[in-house]
């Protein structure tokens, strides 16, 4: 349908557009496989054009709800239903906007699950660390006495790298320890939390992603000024990328009209409306 260029509707997902562009829409379809309805029915009524269609042969065409291909599907000889499912009983894939806006969050809660592992781990041996120390001590203080006498005396060992590190958490006081380790796991669960909710793409956990992201930008700044290494501009660029987008793509605490322009976009893009505004290609020969 042509339409005057001010009025035009926005793009409608899985359709057109620029083919150089990542469609998540087939992504998607490639991953799990097309969205159709009414497969097993027994027949195809009239008000059932927009999700399937029959030819002659009676071959039938059902329409992916997500990327709108039409697939060739042979009827079944046992249906399981007398008709394609009304629409109320449809429950529409994410398209458009909402199905990229999943995959960014959820490559971001990847990264959490990361940090959640890594800082897990970390506190753990912390917290065993702290509790076993006593029983280390003597050990590892005998093994570093041979060590040195083996190296060349008193002075054949460094008191930096990993042993010289391990050397002075021996001489830090458990209290601090314990601290240290349970602040660490709290941060650890903390990420695991985030994960979590930006998978299941929770509202809730892109506020708190954002809000903790942004309270660590500060000190990560302040390291990055200390010692310069590659490790710490990646990650610097990383958070700063994931505050930008959940401040600005999805809107959070009202920049761009907030949860109801976000809600409004959904609505366009995953929903009848939008599957109604791309006439079926397929048309029975």
């Known amino acids: 349908m042509a339409e005057e260029d001010g009025d035009a509707p926005a793009p409608v997902p899985g359709t057109g557009g620029d083919r150089r562009r990542l469609r998540y829409e087939l992504l998607s379809c490639a991953l799990h496989g097309h969205h159709l309805e009414g497969v097993g029915a027994e027949r195809v009524r009239p008000a ?38 009304d629409r109320d009983e449809i429950a529409l894939p994410l ?30 041996g912390i917290l065993v660390f702290a509790d076993k120390r006593a029983s280390l001590q003597a050990p590892f203080y005998r093994f570093m006495d041979l060590l040195q006498n083996g190296v060349g005396g008193a002075g054949g060992v460094s008191d930096r790298g990993l042993l010289g590190e391990v050397a002075k958490a021996f001489a830090v006081r458990s209290s601090t320890l314990w601290l240290i380790g349970l602040v660490i796991a709290a941060y650890a669960l903390l990420e695991g939390v985030e994960a979590v909710g930006l998978w ?15 309270v660590l930008l500060a000190p990560e700044v302040y390291e990055l000024l200390s010692r310069v290494t590659v490790t710490k501009v990646l990650t610097l660029l990383v958070n ?35 599957l109604e505004r791309v006439p079926p290609a397929r048309t029975a020969d």
Do not use: M, N
């Open 95 to 124: 398209r458009g906007k909402p199905l990229r806006d999943r995959y960014v969050l959820r490559l971001i809660a990847l990264d959490r699950l990361l940090h959640f592992v890594v800082l897990g781990a970390l506190a753990t």
């Open 48 to 85: 059932d054009g927009l999700l399937v269609r029959e030819d002659p042969e009676g071959l039938r065409w059902h329409r992916c709800l997500r990327c709108d291909a039409w697939v060739p599907v042979t009827p079944r000889p046992q249906p399981d239903r007398p008709h394609p499912p």
């Open 240 to 274: 700063l990328a994931v505050v930008i987008y959940l401040l600005f793509a999805k809107r959070l605490f009202g920049v761009r009209g907030g949860g109801r322009a976000e809600a409004a976009e959904r609505a366009r893009d995953v929903s009848w409306e939008a």
């Open 200 to 214: 299941f793409g929770r509202r809730w956990a892109e506020y708190l992603t954002f809000v903790a992201t942004t």
